[in-house]
T-cell receptor, first 115, second 113 residues
Framework: DVKVTQSSRYLVKRTGEKVFLECVQDMDHENMFWYRQDPGLGLRLIYF???????EKGDIPEGYSVSREKKERFSLILESASTNQTSMYLC??????????????FGPGTRLLVL | GDSVTQMEGPVTLSEEAFLTINCTYT??????LFWYVQYPGEGLQLLLK?????DKGSNKGFEATYRKETTSFHLEKGSVQVSDSAVYFC????????????FGTGTKLQVIP
């Protein structure tokens, strides 16, 4: 069974803290993604990676960075957490398929509260 | 750029009612289209997909047809169950070389007994 796991389901941090969100997939997928999910805004892409050590900015990268040192692991870093980063964070992975139609597989999400 | 527009929720239906959730898209070329579902407390999972015009995706009694002429991919089910209560997301993947997927804002469905 395919699996994407995220390090925490719930996280509470203080403004200014450095926050690490970890995501691991066991499907040998090339692509990995970080989204944030907010009511009324749906899913917005923060960063994605199509290979080890490769990263691309998504639609809302400001205030975030990422790291992909190993194929199975993709980390999201909040350099200095702010209250407007309180959100649900979803990690996903997908295989590289030439052409169309590949599925993204999602983790259960991390609900982050920044106080 | 690419965009996906889906109907505002929440949608409240009685069990066994007919469901339609509208989805339209804007994209250049020929994107793939998806419906994902998010059950309470969980991440998203693929419900169905279609990769070219006139394709029909189907799964668990849900169906959606890729209509290029109306740029639509409406989700339908003939008889909903309480267990279908969830948030439904329409999404597209651009036909270009990169792997990015654009999601709609989601439509919450509540089915009451």
């Amino acid at each position: 069974d395919v699996k994407v796991t995220q390090s925490s389901r719930y996280l509470v941090k203080r403004t200014g803290e450095k926050v690490f969100l970890e995501c691991v997939q066991d499907m040998d997928h090339e692509n990995m993604f970080w989204y944030r999910q907010d009511p009324g805004l749906g899913l917005r892409l923060i960063y994605f990676s199509y290979d080890v050590k490769m990263k691309e900015k998504g639609d809302i990268p400001e205030g975030y960075s990422v790291s992909r040192e190993k194929k199975e692991r993709f980390s999201l870093i909040l350099e200095s957490a702010s209250t407007n980063q309180t959100s649900m964070y979803l990690c996903a992975s997908s295989p590289f398929v030439k052409g169309l139609g590949e599925t993204q597989y999602f983790g259960p999400g991390t609900r982050l509260l920044v106080l | 750029g690419d965009s996906v527009t889906q109907m505002e929720g929440p949608v409240t239906l009685s069990e066994e009612a007919f469901l339609t959730i509208n989805c339209t898209y804007t994209a250049t070329g020929y994107p793939s289209l998806f419906w994902y579902v998010q059950y309470p407390g969980e991440g998203l999972q693929l419900l169905l997909k279609a990769t070219k015009a006139d394709d029909k995706g189907s799964n668990k009694g849900f169906e959606a047809t890729y209509r290029k002429e109306t740029t639509s991919f409406h989700l339908e089910k003939g008889s909903v169950q309480v267990s279908d209560s969830a948030v439904y997301f329409c999404a597209l993947r651009h036909s270009g070389g990169y792997q990015k997927v654009t999601f709609g804002t989601g439509t919450k469905l509540q089915v009451i007994p």
